[in-house]
């Protein structure tokens, strides 16, 4: 999802930008904001703190503001990079310019869509059954016999991309596809697993939603380059130009940080490298920080302190 | 309360969705119409047990405080720690509230004077004599209570109100924003904050964007 926020991150972070203070800290974490970004910037300035005595200061960013600040060196490290969704920026930085480096491993992610238990009894549990209008009049929240489903928050790239999904497989036919903001979407479904209401909505992984309620993924065709047509987002027409009757691609986040930090700081790069989150410590960390709002850097030292080895493990050469 | 015309919200279609109940020991939902909410009204003097104020689970990220409107439902949720909500029962004002979106409590009123838009003053001639507002009251159409939604710093023209007309609860009434018994509306009163966060999932909302 978290490419998904670049216009309404870019924005807070031109608020942000120039509020630098050069000489409070040896290093900068870009922060994104949302909950997985702040817990593992947190935990990484702490973990850096405790393996290299080194004061980092976490700062929330945007990621376009993030690539730039890694170009310029007021960055040096990004801790969640999306791909593919970022993949034009990695060429650009990574490939072309050569100054950022994004770590070899990451964390798998997923999008798609999901249902509730109601939902699925319901009969709905491929994204076929969409393009069933009498399967999806369950999902009818207004009495006209249609049923809606959020497909995600208007700022979100993803949100086309999922409106290009339903005009290819057919269901946005016989659905309201609804954009809102996530917190409206999350509580819609919050509020139908409470009355044991079917809902069906756009979903990504690793998220908290996992953690609060029994979401089931929708199965559908995996994804197959050949169908996966999607027009650039600039172009005004780029949904009704693009075709995708299949699921996304492969999705996974990365570690980024400058070429340069890495320079002066190897020992760090190859620290960084060695980081190993998994997915289901990723949804632990956003519902500690979601639901149990528990405040991101007190959250991270509690998770250095009780992953010390792990820490250690990484910090080895 | 009664402006979405006058906010340009556009023709609203399909706001007409009909009220059900939710039985619990059936898992099915019952058709609830205003016939026969009054006659249960006048029978019980009180609301379906659906609609009656109960704390139920509901889990949710949203913080406790924060209020969740499901007018499909017709119920109200005050997220409480623990995984809890106290739920109200609601009427859905079938005019006026036909969005989706977050808002927070900007100010709140106790017996509120209710001022008619001008709208209702030119087709109802009932309306007239209080166009320049009706004084708080038993009979006043707010009820006991008024909180006022406001998008940033600026009043949405939305509330969630109390109402005399308890039978309403469960129901898309004629007009009105969101309404609550009074009890349940001073109950709601007290417990909430200024600048609590409000998210309005209502039916047919998902066919507007915001407010």
């Known amino acids: 999802m978290k490419n998904r926020l670049i216009s309404v991150a870019f924005?807070?972070?031109?608020?942000?930008?120039?509020?630098?203070?050069?000489?409070?800290?040896?290093?900068?974490?870009?922060?994104?904001?949302?909950?997985?970004?702040?817990?593992?910037?947190?935990?990484?300035?702490?973990?850096?703190?405790?393996?290299?005595?080194?004061?980092?200061?976490?700062?929330?960013?945007?990621?376009?503001?993030?690539?730039?600040?890694?170009e310029s060196g007021d960055v040096d490290i990004n801790p969640e990079v999306w791909r593919p969704n970022l993949d034009s920026l990695i060429e650009k930085y990574v490939n072309e310019k050569h100054v950022v480096e994004v770590a070899a491993r990451g964390i798998d992610a997923w999008q798609g869509l999901c249902a509730t238990p109601d939902a699925v009894a319901a009969g709905i549990k491929d994204i076929s059954d969409l393009s069933d209008p009498a399967k999806t009049a369950?999902?009818?929240?207004?009495?006209?016999?249609?049923?809606?489903?959020?497909?995600?928050?208007p700022t979100w790239l993803s949100t086309g991309i999922e409106r290009v999904r339903a005009n290819s497989y057919g269901y946005a036919k016989n659905l309201t596809l609804i954009e809102a903001e996530e917190d409206v979407g999350m509580a819609a479904v919050d509020a139908a697993v409470a009355t044991g209401r079917p809902m069906v909505f756009a979903c990504y992984a690793p998220h908290h939603v996992f953690e609060l309620h029994n979401i089931v993924r929708l199965t559908e065709p995996p994804y197959d380059a050949s169908k996966w047509k999607i027009a650039p987002a600039s172009d005004p027409t780029w949904i009704s130009d693009s075709s995708a009757p299949v699921a996304w691609p492969a999705t996974s986040f990365h570690i980024a940080y400058a070429t340069a930090f890495a320079k002066k700081h190897a020992d760090v790069a190859s620290f960084l490298e060695k980081v190993d989150f998994t997915p289901e410590e990723i949804t632990h960390m956003t519902y500690a920080l979601q639901v149990d709002r528990q405040p991101p850097l007190e959250f991270a030292k509690q998770w250095v302190d009780s992953h010390a080895s792990r820490v250690d493990g990484w910090a080895k050469p | 309360m009664l402006m979405a015309a006058a906010i340009g919200l556009g023709p609203l279609v399909a706001l007409a969705a009909q009220t059900q109940i939710f039985d619990p020991q059936t898992r099915t939902w019952v058709d609830y119409d205003a016939k026969k909410a009054r006659q249960y009204y006048a029978r019980n003097k009180q609301v379906p047990d659906a609609f009656r104020r109960q704390v139920v689970p509901f889990r949710t990220a949203e913080e406790p405080g924060t209020i969740i409107i499901d007018g499909n439902q017709h119920f109200l949720y005050l997220v409480q720690p623990g995984g809890q909500a106290i739920r109200y029962g609601i009427g859905v004002g079938r005019e006026g509230f036909g969005w989706a979106g977050i808002v927070r409590v900007g100010r709140t009123a106790e017996w509120p004077t209710w001022t008619p838009p001008a709208?209702?003053?030119?087709?109802?001639?009932?309306?007239?004599?209080?166009?320049?507002?009706?004084?708080?009251?038993?009979?006043?159409?707010?009820?006991?209570?008024?909180?006022?939604?406001?998008?940033?710093?600026?009043?949405?023209?939305?509330?969630?109100?109390?109402?005399?007309?308890?039978?309403?609860?469960?129901?898309?009434?004629?007009?009105?924003?969101?309404?609550?018994?009074?009890?349940?509306?001073?109950?709601?009163h007290s417990r909430v904050k200024i600048g609590a966060k409000v998210i309005v999932l209502m039916q047919g909302a998902a066919l507007y964007k915001g407010v």
């Open chain 2, 119 to 188: 709208e209702m003053v030119a087709r109802d001639p009932n309306a007239v004599k209080w166009a320049n507002g009706m004084p708080g009251g038993p009979d006043n159409p707010l009820g006991a209570r008024a909180l006022y939604l406001y998008e940033g710093n600026n009043d949405t023209i939305y509330r969630i109100h109390g109402t005399p007309e308890s039978w309403s609860i469960g129901l898309d009434v004629s007009s009105g924003c969101i309404r609550m018994n009074n009890d349940d509306i001073i109950d709601l």
């Open chain 1, 11 to 70: 924005a807070a972070a031109l608020a942000s930008v120039g509020a630098v203070s050069a000489d409070a800290a040896d290093l900068v974490i870009s922060m994104p904001n949302w909950p997985s970004g702040q817990a593992t910037a947190n935990i990484l300035k702490v973990a850096i703190a405790k393996e290299y005595k080194l004061d980092a200061e976490v700062r929330e960013l945007g990621t376009l503001t993030a690539f730039n600040g890694l």
């Open chain 1, 138 to 153: 369950v999902l009818d929240t207004d009495g006209d016999g249609r049923g809606e489903l959020w497909i995600g928050a």
